[in-house]
């Protein structure tokens, strides 16, 4: 089975924190995302990568970077957590092209 | 980028049949996902469609058209335990990105 484990399921920083969440993938994908899950407006793609070292802006790139070192890794990195990145974050991955995305159990993030 | 847009929240009886829509304008098209999410829990694949018609999966049916920019997913035969939020994604021709729309709340009443 494929998994994609993301480091902790539940989260709590303080204003100003620089925060890491983390993902790994046991299939050798390509392609990795992190999304972000607000009620009413649904999953929306924070960053993706395609492949080692590369990296492209989703639709809210904004206060978030992201870091693919090694293909199974891809790290969301909040640089100065705000309240307003409270919020359910998702990683998935999937290989290149014609194939489901994969996703991991969330993490719950409270930022106080 | 992609727009995808599909209706908020849908009711129906046990046993019946429920259709949910889903309607995208993309900049590049490269297969069209649903996903189940049950609350609390990590969305779970249910289907892909990249050819036009309609993909049948036991009692879960999903329908594309890419001239009309359209897909449903059907679910027959309906269980208490479909009670959940179904996601429609596309994915990008040109950069493999995956976009979801804000998906459809189904409530399944006995």
């Known amino acids: 089975d494929v998994k994609v484990t993301q480091s902790s399921r539940y989260l709590v920083k303080r204003t100003g924190e620089k925060v890491f969440l983390e993902c790994v993938q046991d299939?050798?994908?390509?392609?990795m995302f992190w999304y972000r899950q607000d009620p009413g407006l649904g999953l929306r793609l924070i960053y993706f990568s395609y492949d080692v070292k590369m990296k492209e802006k989703g639709d809210i790139p904004e206060g978030y970077s992201v870091s693919r070192e090694k293909k199974e890794r891809f790290s969301l990195i909040l640089e100065s957590a705000s309240t307003n990145q409270t919020s359910m974050y998702l990683c998935?991955?999937?290989?290149?092209?014609?194939?489901?995305?994969?996703f991991g159990q969330g993490t719950r993030l409270t930022v106080v | 980028g992609q727009n995808i847009d599909q209706p908020t929240e849908m009711t129906a009886t046990e046993g019946a049949i429920v259709q949910i829509n889903c309607t995208y304008q993309?900049?590049?098209?490269?297969?069209l996902f649903w996903y189940q999410q049950h609350a609390g829990e990590a969305p779970t694949f249910l289907s892909y469609?990249?050819?036009?018609g309609l993909e049948e999966k036991g009692r879960f049916s999903s329908f594309l058209s890419r001239s009309k920019g359209y897909s449903y997913l059907l679910l027959k035969e309906l269980q208490m335990k479909d009670s959940a939020s179904y996601l429609c994604a596309v994915r990008d021709d040109s950069d493999y990105k995956l976009s979801f729309g804000a998906g459809t709340t189904v409530t399944v009443r006995a």
């Open positions: 998935a991955s999937s290989e290149q092209e014609n194939t489901e995305a994969f």
């Open positions: 299939m050798d994908h390509e392609n």
């Open positions: 993309t900049s590049g098209f490269n297969g």
């Open positions: 469609n990249v050819l036009d």
